[in-house]
């Protein structure tokens, strides 16, 4: 389709991965350590020039398209949009139309047009005047702070944001779909579900709104809680959003260090006073996928959380969660009389806060002081209950050097042999039946690790492949040396066959006229010379074939030994069954191979 390829001549394949990945640049092509699988060493790689990417470590690859695919869950003719509206491109083809009839697509239209109306609402009308005076006298907000949140609101009235959007040519069955509106079954009627109530949109990362919470702005009998948020929708899933962070990702990214506070107002004041590097999860602990998303910026957070213990217990779930996770966590104290949250805080003295974020202590040291903090270490079952509950805590870490640095200053701290600790800390471990970490989808990437670095044989075919592409002329040298059967059922088989046709006709065609895809569609020529600038980046051509040598007549030494195996089973068979003359074949065969 002519449209992706407009695309993708228009976006920059290293930038676009960039605001997702750490890419650092390697030879022709940038890498970084891959986001689908779990790994240490990088080995997903981007090549600007083909627009490609690939990940040598768990298989997965392919263009733009796959990649915000990939990384955003989305469908292709979502990703399609998203980067269409990147590029600044209209897509006018059959595809655009299939997005625009998709009822997400309709949702997120739906919550723009509530989002502008609330806003109109709170600006202009006079029957906003009490919220107004809300805002901006009792929670000091500036008119433009308002302007940049969409802040709004909607009187308690029945169905008037409904009627509007139904002028406006939205179908009620969306209108529903979307979360705003209410159908009563029995009545066969529709109303608000938002009504009375001041309104903050809630963005997705790249700023569709995709729901709202509804604060209430005078509490009656009827008002029902104090906030209402849009329920799940097939637009927002509140497990996988995380208020302001399509405003806040790239300060996150500058600073490396994601600010997380309890509430909506809270992200607004730190934002207003100039901290931009502030989100909050939705009125839950956070979640896998919202842990996932905070890693795609930084892997360092500071939490604030209220002082009340509902608070602290969902704090808790959430930072169990980034612990597994493998991020640093620090915890932002509020000093006694400074505030109950960061909004109130700021109010009374802002740099209060800047100091108090600036001064967070690691989730460990603050678990120290919170258990240890007046324990009578001297009665022995106290010190077994916080020995308990610190290697609780410390069991968490998924890193053992991290473990067990912070046993060692337990045993400092409560007198207690490091042997001893380790030992409980084990049994601790051995009980958690399921680490948290090996669930979620990084555990599952792990689990089907696919094919090209599996095995030894598929690495040396995979690594002389790449050597090859690199200097082709290696295969003239080694050509008497290379049988077609060491790669007949490797996914290189095709670059043998074309480079042995090259050789017999002289042919000037180069590697890159090759079209030889795997699987999933990936030119293999590519995968190879991405590989080979990955492990052979400043090797001369010398040094290329020698080592293409080596590994070549080890190759074959595995070759050998697999086939000569296979015989051997085949041989056993030929025996049991007293079938004489397949075995003289057989031994005959085996002989050949050993010679
Ligand atoms: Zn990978």
């Known amino acids: 389709m002519a449209d992706t390829q407009a695309i993708k001549d228009r976006v ?53 398209f796959s990649f915000i695919q990939e990384m955003e869950g989305l469908e292709f003719s979502e990703a399609l949009k998203l980067l269409a509206d990147r590029a600044g491109i209209k897509i006018e083809s059959s ?35 009490a919220a107004r005076d809300y805002l901006y006298k009792k929670r000091e907000l500036k008119e433009q702070a308002i302007i940049d949140w969409q802040i709004g609101f909607i009187p308690d009235q029945w169905d008037l944001l409904t009627q509007y959007l139904l002028k406006k040519g939205c179908s009620i069955d969306d209108l529903v779909a979307s979360g705003l509106t209410v159908k009563n079954e029995e009545r066969k009627s529709h109303y608000d579900r938002f009504r009375g109530r001041i309104m903050f949109p ?8 995709v729901g709202f ?22 637009a927002y ?11 806040a990702k790239q300060e996150i990214k500058a600073k490396d260090l994601a600010v997380i506070v309890e509430g909506q107002m809270d992200v607004i004041a730190c934002h207003e006073a100039g901290m931009k590097n502030v989100i909050a999860a939705s009125g839950t602990a956070l979640t896998d996928e919202q842990v996932r998303l905070i890693k795609r910026y930084t892997n360092n957070i500071a939490m604030a959380f209220d002082a009340d213990t509902a608070g602290q217990n969902a704090a808790k779930r ?38 108090a974020v600036e001064e967070a202590t690691s989730i460990m040291d603050w678990y120290f002081s919170r258990i240890l903090k007046g324990a009578n270490l ?68 792990e689990s089907r690790i696919p094919v090209i670095n599996s095995g030894k044989l598929d690495m040396l075919q995979l690594e002389i492949s790449a050597l090859i592409v690199k200097y082709p002329s290696i295969y003239n040298a ?41 699987e999933s569609g990936e030119n293999i020529i590519d995968l190879l010379s991405m590989q080979s600038e990955k492990d052979y980046a400043d090797w001369d051509e010398k040094k290329c074939e020698d080592e293409a040598g080596l590994m070549l007549s080890e190759l074959e030494k595995n070759f050998r030994k697999l086939k000569r195996d296979a015989l051997a089973r085949e041989l056993k068979i030929a025996q049991d069954m007293g079938d004489a003359v397949r075995e003289n074949e057989l031994l005959q065969k085996i002989m050949d191979l050993t010679n």
């Open 12 to 64: 920059d394949i290293v930038q676009l991965i960039q605001e997702y990945l750490p890419l650092k640049k390697a030879g022709a092509n940038w890498k970084a350590p891959c986001p689908f699988h779990h790994e240490k060493t990088p080995s997903f790689m981007v090549h600007p020039e083909k627009q490609i990417w690939h990940c040598f470590g768990c298989g997965k690859g392919g263009d733009i």
């Open 95 to 129: 595809q655009f139309n299939e997005i625009n009839k998709s009822q997400k697509n309709r949702i997120a239209e739906i919550n723009s047009k509530a989002a502008f109306f609330f806003n109109h609402f709170l600006m202009e009308m006079p029957a906003s005047a």
């Open 202 to 209: 809630i963005s997705d990362v790249h700023g569709n709104i």
């Open 213 to 234: 919470t509804g604060r209430i702005l005078v509490e009656t009998e009827n008002s029902g809680g104090k906030y209402v948020n849009t329920p799940q929708t097939i």
């Open 237 to 247: 899933d509140k497990s996988r959003v995380l208020y302001a962070l399509n405003k």
């Open 318 to 355: 959430g930072i169990d969660v980034a612990l597994a996770a493998g991020l640093n966590i620090k915890v932002i104290t509020i000093p006694d009389g400074a505030g109950k949250d960061a909004d109130e805080c700021l109010k009374k003295n802002s740099s209060v806060w800047f100091k």
């Open 378 to 445: 001297n009665d022995p079952k106290i010190k077994q209950r916080a020995a308990e509950e610190l290697l609780t805590e410390i069991s968490k870490i998924p890193f053992a050097v991290e473990r067990e640095a912070w046993v060692k200053k337990m045993s400092e701290l409560l007198g207690s042999d490091t042997a001893i600790l380790l030992e409980a800390l084990r049994k601790i471990k051995s009980d958690i039946r399921e680490p948290i970490h090996a669930r979620g989808d990084v555990g599952k990437a």
């Open 478 to 518: 080694l050509r008497a040396y290379v049988k077609p059967e060491y790669f007949s059922e490797s996914v290189y088989a095709g670059l043998y066959e074309n480079l042995e046709k090259q050789y017999n006709t002289n042919s000037r065609a180069t590697l890159g006229d090759f079209k030889l895809n795997n």
